[in-house]
């Protein structure tokens, strides 16, 4: 399951005193992990709009009328306000386009960067935990199943086993987050004092030194561990630390540095030696101290590793893997079972679900057994969750129900239309020409929800036979070592605590990698008393505070100069590499685009019009309108006139017929006022949107600042190659 | 581009904000002048002055020190600086203090005059030059019809003069259309406030020159009568330019006009502004942070780094030769459509404590190729110039 988030056939409007805005109109895109999707498009396109539906932000007055978002084995559009806080700014976090009003004016930075941090760092203890606990619980029932069905006395070794993995993993957890904690803070120490020590030989201190100084002289108290630096130092580092903070005071106001800078560089060689030191095998350690009576062996840290490693090895860990293993084998072959006995069970449902008319009763019954099967075929100790299982029952569900409220409504709707038919056809009898026509009755298609219901059963049960076809060529070892690593991250996420102090340090770290001067200072600021660059980049730290798994990036540096949105769209580009986070990235400028995105999905009037990798977009570009972007924005070389694209969007209350684009399109056909271009397929990766691409289409060339631009970009590169 | 006249001159331009103790230097020391019919780009990163210098050469903030001249006429000039030459006159005891200070108390005396009364001094010369264009127009007139029709014109001419700045030829556009237009107030009244201000009150002659204006900036007649918010940004836009042009005025201060724009709707007004600097033959001070917008808009390009002006140059040799690091690492930065590019552009960072030494030395701005600035000290200078003798 590579694939992230899905959006499926996704269609939103918006109710308004004037009528129905159709905002988004049957788009559709997959995010995979890892990688950066880019909507470009004009205000009013509905890139917002699709991306406030994702983290169900939207306004009071949208209607969602069809589509699925799916993220995480769960339907974005049909989850409650409950799970969805869950989801909110821990699993997928937004930038804000305008950073005026996503701060609250008068909560000051700091708070507002730390809130986020505490809040979710409680629920996601809360959350490790239970997750921990379940799955736990799951392996053990599932290890006593596999292996000793009937033997009591191996089934007691067994649960005696899991308690015991229980146990020593959060030693482990606990030992390693501390040893992190001082390898961490000398790290920063050694960092810190090169810049500071930098700054100082050239005489120059501001405002901020002073805490700097004393941030270092934290650190290196907290860098104090027995296998970073050694304890044996403590007191010389300690009267150290003390010294520093005198000095620098005694220094600042002569400006002589030379004691200062000595201290400091001392401080700097105690936590080079602590950072290159090698680090022991914390996993095993925490087995030796929890279950050995002896105390630790004094040996070099290879050594000590290996004797640790041997140790649990015999003692615990090979029979507990072995047993998992079995356990993992036992679950998905029973699951494979159960699967191969719902495709039959959905098959015959199929026939229920054909008939002229459908039976309520006939078809809740069907919907419940369908929902039991399908939850019995969820492996419980697969790790990632199998989507289309999950929202197999809800959306049957929602099927189901949409089809029998629409038969009561349609009656209704068509009594309404017959009786303003009938009045219409009064005042014509009496010879007036009315200044209105009589709508058509908002019928629902019965037939097309029979369609959908069959689609989601054919598309589960296709998903089914490949999984069973694949079954063979799984490597359970592997997963074994998968699942252990699972337990452990969530152990870790238990004892991970953010106290206040923790998160006030996170957050000045983030406002430093964010790029604010000073941010000793300025954590204690009201957000009016920052530039506007600067409190974007504020927005930017608090949507990163949370460590979220995708992040919807909404014009996040339309307001900001060059120099500072390189640094974010850079800063971004790294969080996305380093925490292999997937990116929707919405901006109406294509520079930022070329620099960001994977792929790009030109959008207008709620339409997708081209969709493709970047290098399809920027050379390849079929779409009039992504043509006419490309060539209405000067870049350094373009001397000419710029083609702005001539008047404005179309009213989105009355969609137009055809093409939306026509009316502005220099291009435009016949055919475009009259019928919506399909998406025709250029190339594996790259669609577009237009009837140019039709076969019987007149060849069109693209406009002259396009192709001169491509021409330009294709000599640079050959000169810089040279 | 040198030959011709010189409309504003800036001078040691400094402004500085007080919070408390604290006193921020949002301006510092910017000296440039701007000729007649040329647009000057001024760029550089949020926060650096650039929207300050624009707002206090038009007189929204009392400026602390320089002077601003704008067609040969001092319209703002501030203080700070005479007050500081005192101070240190009287720390270095140099010889003939007392004259000294009299001579810098009576430079203050003068700046404060200009500061406050350059306007009316604007029009009375404009009511002087009536008079003696009317008094003999009215004393040749023989027929007492004829008469009074050119006494009531001379009046209202004069009423109109009296009410008229010389600031006024200066005008500005906003960067956020939504927040620099009154939202309880039709396009007409928003157009013709200026025109209301300076004495007009002719009802058909406004509505002329409103539907003139909107008609000029691509909006028709009938968005006259309508509210801003019936009008999308673009839109928005032009009425913005449309209040400032309709004042007639010869320069135009442009702050960040396009940033808060769609790309297509950027190119609409961008292609505006320049349609009417070739027909008015308008002065503009662009003033963005968008270089490549910079680059097509503008003749000559000035690169501000908190508060300091470091370099300034024809926008083409600014882009083709940039001298100051600063200038490159901004130039390093821009964001091109071109995507194999893109991944391997690698950014300059800039450091100023690590670029310069400035312990001794102090920088300014010196001139190293005709009409290239740059602020260096002395040994920067002599690297540069070895630098350009190697090129050239």
């Known amino acids: 399951m590579n694939e992230k988030l899905q959006v499926r056939n996704l269609r939103i409007s918006f109710r308004t005193s004037n009528g129905k805005v159709q905002a988004v109109r049957d788009i559709s895109f997959d995010l995979s992990k890892g990688e950066t999707l880019a909507i470009v498009g004009e205000s009013g396109s509905g890139k917002s709009v699709t991306s406030k539906a994702i983290l169900g932000i939207l306004a009071g007055n949208s209607i969602v009328e069809s589509g699925e978002i799916i993220y995480d084995g769960k339907d974005l559009l049909k989850i409650s306000e409950e799970d969805f806080h869950k989801i909110r700014g821990d699993k997928i976090a937004m930038i804000f386009q305008d950073p005026m009003s996503s701060l609250n004016p008068i909560v000051r930075i700091g708070r507002q960067l730390t809130e986020a941090m505490l809040l979710k760092g409680k629920a996601r203890q809360r959350e490790c935990r239970a997750t921990f606990n379940g799955y736990l619980k799951n392996l053990n029932r599932a290890m006593v199943n596999a292996v000793a069905k009937n033997d009591s006395a191996r089934a007691a070794e067994i649960n005696e086993n899991c308690r015991k993995f229980d146990k020593f993993e959060f030693k482990h957890i606990e030992l390693e987050s501390a040893y992190k904690k001082s390898f961490e803070a000398a790290g920063e120490t050694v960092d810190d004092i090169e810049k500071i020590a930098f700054e100082l030989e050239k005489k120059s201190v501001s405002k901020g030194s002073t805490d700097r100084i004393n941030d270092i002289a934290k650190q290196s108290v907290d860098s104090i561990n027995e296998y970073v630096v050694s304890p044996e130092n403590k007191a010389e580092v300690y009267a150290l630390a003390r010294s520093l903070r005198s000095e620098f005071a005694k220094a600042k106001k002569t400006l002589n540095f030379d004691e200062t800078l000595r201290i400091l560089y001392k401080l700097r060689d105690f936590a080079k030696e602590g950072v290159a030191k090698k680090a022991p095998n914390f996993f095993c350690m925490g087995y030796y101290l929890t279950f050995s009576d002896k105390p630790l062996p004094d040996m070099p840290v290879d050594e000590l590793n290996k004797f640790l490693h041997d140790y649990i090895d015999r003692d615990f860990m090979l029979a507990f893997i072995g047993d998992a293993e079995k356990a993992l084998e036992y679950s998905s072959g029973k699951c494979c079972e159960n699967m191969r006995s719902t495709i039959e069970k959905l098959n015959d449902a199929r026939k229920v679900f054909t008939r002229e008319n459908l039976d309520s009763k006939e078809c809740h019954a069907v919907y419940k057994e369908l929902a039991a099967a399908v939850k019995s075929c969820i492996d419980v100790l697969s790790i990632s969750k199998d989507s289309l299982s999950f929202t197999f029952a809800p959306s049957l569900k929602s099927q189901i129900d949409n089809y029998f409220h629409a038969i009561g409504a349609n009656v209704k709707a068509q009594r309404v239309h017959d009786r303003d038919q009938r009045k219409f056809d009064r005042i014509v009898a009496r010879g007036k020409k009315p200044d209105w026509e009589v709508a058509d009755a908002a019928i629902t298609d019965l037939e097309l929800i029979k369609e959908n219901i069959l689609t989601i059963i054919t598309r589960l049960v296709d998903h089914y036979d490949e999984i069973l076809a694949n079954y063979s060529e799984r490597n359970f070892a592997d997963e074994t070592v998968a699942v252990i690593d699972y337990l452990k991250e969530n152990a870790s996420g238990v004892v991970d605590k953010v106290t206040r102090r923790v998160a006030k340090h996170r957050a000045i770290k983030l406002m430093d990698e964010v790029g604010i001067a000073e941010p000793h200072k300025r954590y204690r600021q009201y957000p009016f008393e920052f530039s506007g660059g600067m409190r974007q980049r504020i927005v930017i730290a608090i949507a990163l505070a949370a460590n979220p798994d995708i992040l919807i990036c909404d014009e996040p540096t339309t307001a900001l100069d060059v120099t500072i949105q390189a640094q974010i769209l850079e800063l971004i580009n790294n969080l996305k590499e380093e925490r292999n986070l997937s990116v929707i990235f919405i901006t109406h400028d294509l520079g930022v685009v070329a620099n960001m995105a994977d792929r790009v999905a030109v959008m207008y009037a709620g339409k997708i019009v081209e969709y493709g990798t970047s290098e399809d977009i920027f050379y390849h570009a079929a779409h009039p309108y992504t043509w006419a972007l490309l060539s209405s924005m000067p870049d350094l070389d373009t001397d000419e006139k710029l083609e702005a694209i001539p008047g404005t969007p179309p009213n989105m209350i009355y969609p137009p017929k055809g093409d939306a684009f026509a009316p502005r399109n220099r291009y435009a056909m016949q055919i475009d006022f009259e019928r919506q271009p399909p998406m025709f397929k250029i190339s594996d990766t790259h669609f577009a949107a237009t009837w140019l691409l039709h076969p019987d289409a007149p060849k069109v060339d693209p406009p002259k600042a396009v192709v001169d631009r491509i021409r330009r970009m294709n000599e640079r590169r050959a000169n810089k190659d040279e | ?392």
């Open chain 2, 1 to 392: 581009m040198s030959d011709r006249e010189t409309l504003l001159k800036v001078e040691h331009l400094c402004q500085y904000f007080r919070a408390g103790n604290f006193v921020t230097k949002a301006v510092d020391d910017v000296s440039f002048d701007i000729k007649k019919g040329e647009v000057f780009g001024l760029v550089g990163e949020s926060g650096c002055g650039k929207t300050t210098t624009g707002r206090s050469i038009i007189k929204l903030y009392n400026i602390t020190s320089g002077n601003v001249i704008f067609k040969g006429v001092r319209i703002a000039a501030g203080i700070q600086s005479y007050k500081d030459n005192i101070k240190k006159a009287k720390e270095e005891k140099i010889p003939n203090l007392s004259e000294y200070i009299a001579e810098q108390k009576k430079l203050i005396k003068e700046a404060k005059y200009d500061q406050k009364n350059c306007d009316k001094e604007y029009s009375k010369k404009r009511v002087a030059e009536l008079k003696e264009k009317y008094e003999p127009l009215i004393a040749k007139a023989s027929d007492p019809a004829e008469k009074d029709k050119l006494t009531k014109e001379y009046k209202e001419e004069v009423y109109k003069a009296r009410r008229t700045k010389l600031v006024t030829q200066i005008q500005m556009i906003f960067q956020d259309p939504i927040a620099s237009l009154d939202p309880r107030m039709t396009v007409r009244e928003i157009i013709a406030e200026g025109l209301i201000i300076q004495g007009e009150r002719n009802k058909n002659v406004i509505d002329q020159k409103v539907y003139e204006m909107l008609e000029l900036v691509g909006l028709v007649p009938e968005h006259a009568s309508r509210y801003p918010h019936e009008f999308s940004g673009g839109q928005r836009q032009r009425i913005g330019v449309a209040r400032s042009i309709i004042m007639n005025p010869e320069l135009i201060i442009a702050d960040e006009p396009v940033s808060a724009l769609d790309v297509s709707v950027q190119a609409q007004v961008i292609n505006l502004l320049n349609d009417l600097r070739d027909r008015f033959g308008l002065t503009i001070l662009f003033i963005a942070h968008d270089l490549s917008v910079v680059k097509y808009f503008s003749d000559r390009i000035g690169v501000m780094y908190y508060g300091k002006l470091v370099e300034l140059a024809d926008s083409d040799e600014l882009f083709a030769h940039p001298l100051h690091p600063y200038t490159r690492s901004l130039l390093s930065a821009i964001p091109l459509p071109d995507p194999i590019y893109e991944k391997a552009r690698k950014r300059i960072v800039y450091n100023p404590l690590a670029e310069h030494d400035y312990s001794v030395d102090k920088p300014s701005l010196r001139e190293v190729s005709p009409g290239h600035f740059v602020q260096c000290n002395d040994a920067e200078y002599e690297k540069i110039m070895q630098e350009l003798g190697g090129n050239h």
